[in-house]
């Protein structure tokens, strides 16, 4: 069991391990164990599509269903005694005509510690509006932020600023577009009552209760489409949009690869024009980049974090082609010190760093979003995070805004956003396209990729 940890935010695997090569069988399976602490011993099998039943009942294996879907996915698992017999069946399915792809079933661990600071009492009063005895958890107007957004905490939220809304929300909202969030579940808090969520699905129960127990998914989808302009608490970027929530990750913090690949393609086949992963590793899954493949067919944009290692290598998902890998930014437009780089860098957007104040608010500079307290699931509150996490649900919000403004293919979504990224403003002056490996295309801005989107739509358009 290689260990999956939330850093700041981020879900990221533990274990730097070999490089050499990834398939299942290649890499010892004691060297495996070594750097995972146990004895890797179960695989993920997905089997094409046309495999029959009866195909399944005698190919000597015990497929157990990861969800009620593994039956139409022909995705499954498959448990072994020992890990040199797991290597033994991962060569000989390798070589069946039956098997797409064959991988480690990977689990997932959350340590305590994870990144977070809660709102003082002061913060957490001007964004409920309970400084002025009213009680009823709704702000009364007279101290909010003036003009469009009067959420009374939006003041906080720099990081909305730095991707230029709310300007952008002249443009659009991105009502109508569902963005799947695949993460721990998201629960409605107050600061979510006004924003639209469909039903998901828990992959980690194999229910529909996809609510959150740990709060770091219910933070990623305040980003995307936390209520805005509702005189309580704070913005969220495209929040017009459609939230589907998609629990992965358990409240321990353990997950299944196999699980996420069902979400992906769960994703694709109930409306998702979005999907946002904030997780990711080290390992390639070739069972999840199939589904990305998948929901790439059917018209998803896929955004993930490029990870929290604070090293040059950008974890999985994210380095898939096809998938927009999502650096994370600060106050000060500089990369974080956490924020892995390379060559698959996309864009950046801002992830936050609780450790310092550079905008001089006696704050720190988070993500600040309205979620359930980790560890304490009964109380909700405003939480400031930090991670890439946090970057990646900035520019799934942004890619929903471009879509809901007319662009809908994926690789015209992803273009729109890469064109129009700026300049970090300690990269000083330059002409547009890719900056380097740690920002890819620059920052993501939304209220140029929503002018750009709504040119491109109206474009050929005669004039009236």
């Keep these: 069991m290689v260990p999956l940890l939330l850093v700041g935010g981020l879900v990221a695997w533990g274990w730097g391990g070999t490089t050499r090569s990834h398939r299942v069988g290649e890499i010892p399976a004691e060297e495996l164990a070594e750097a995972a602490g146990v004895s890797p011993r179960t695989l993920i099998v997905d089997f094409r599509?046309?495999?029959?039943?009866?195909?399944?009942?005698?190919?000597?294996?015990?497929?157990?269903?990861?969800?009620?879907?593994?039956?139409?996915?022909?995705?499954?698992?498959?448990?072994f005694a020992t890990a040199d017999e797991t290597v033994r069946a991962a060569a000989a399915l390798r070589q069946d005509p039956t098997v797409e792809s064959v991988d480690y079933d990977v689990e997932a661990s959350i340590p305590p510690g994870e990144s977070s600071l809660a709102a003082d009492r002061e913060v957490f009063a001007e964004c409920t509006g309970t400084q002025n005895g009213n009680g009823d958890g709704k702000h009364d107007g007279k101290d909010a932020h003036k003009g469009f957004p009067d959420d009374p905490c939006f003041r906080y939220q720099w990081h909305l600023n730095q991707i230029k809304l709310p300007e952008a929300w002249k443009l659009g909202q991105g009502k109508g577009v569902t963005v799947a969030v695949i993460d721990t579940g998201v629960s409605k808090v107050p600061d979510l009552g006004d924003t639209k969520i469909v039903a998901g699905y828990n992959f980690?129960?194999?229910?529909?209760?996809?609510?959150?127990?740990?709060?770091?998914?219910?933070?990623?989808?305040?980003?995307?489409?936390?209520?805005?302009?509702?005189?309580?608490?704070?913005?969220?970027?495209?929040?017009?949009?459609?939230?589907?929530?998609?629990?992965?990750?358990?409240?321990?913090?353990?997950?299944?690869?196999?699980?996420?690949?069902?979400?992906?393609r769960y994703a694709a086949d109930h409306g998702a024009k979005v999907i946002n992963m904030s997780l990711g590793g080290p390992l390639p899954v070739v069972t999840i980049r199939h589904a990305i493949d998948y929901a790439r067919e059917k018209g998803v944009v896929v955004v993930a974090a490029a990870g929290n290692d604070g090293r040059g290598r950008v974890s999985y998902p994210a380095r898939y082609p096809g998938v927009l890998a999502v650096a994370s930014t600060q106050f000060d437009e500089r990369t974080t010190f956490y924020s892995n780089w390379g060559k698959e860098i996309d864009i950046a957007a801002p992830g936050g760093n609780t450790r310092i104040d550079q905008n001089g608010d006696g704050k720190?500079?988070?993500?600040?979003?309205?979620?359930?307290?980790?560890?304490?699931?009964?109380?909700?509150?405003?939480?400031?995070?930090?991670?890439?996490?946090?970057?990646?649900?900035?520019?799934?919000?942004?890619?929903?805004?471009?879509?809901?403004?007319?662009?809908?293919?994926?690789?015209?979504?992803?273009?729109?956003?890469?064109?129009?990224?700026?300049?970090?403003?300690?990269?000083?002056?330059?002409?547009?396209?890719?900056i380097d490996d740690h920002y890819g295309n620059g920052i993501v801005d939304a209220g140029a990729a929503l002018k750009k989107a709504r040119l491109g739509r109206d474009a050929g358009k005669k004039k009236s």
């Design 49 to 79: 599509d046309e495999t029959s039943d009866q195909t399944l009942a005698s190919n000597g294996y015990d497929e157990e269903q990861i969800s009620r879907f593994s039956a139409n996915d022909r995705l499954y698992r498959l448990r």
């Design 204 to 264: 980690v129960a194999d229910n529909e209760r996809a609510e959150d127990d740990h709060g770091h998914g219910t933070h990623v989808a305040g980003t995307i489409a936390q209520a805005t302009n509702n005189k309580l608490g704070v913005g969220g970027v495209a929040f017009g949009a459609t939230i589907l929530p998609l629990k992965v990750l358990s409240a321990d913090g353990r997950g299944s690869m196999a699980a996420i690949a069902q979400a992906i």
């Design 364 to 434: 720190p500079d988070g993500v600040l979003q309205n979620t359930i307290v980790p560890n304490d699931i009964s109380r909700t509150d405003y939480l400031w995070f930090m991670g890439t996490s946090m970057a990646s649900p900035h520019v799934a919000g942004v890619a929903a805004l471009v879509i809901g403004a007319g662009v809908t293919r994926p690789d015209a979504v992803e273009a729109v956003l890469m064109d129009t990224a700026r300049r970090p403003k300690v990269a000083g002056a330059g002409h547009s396209g890719r």
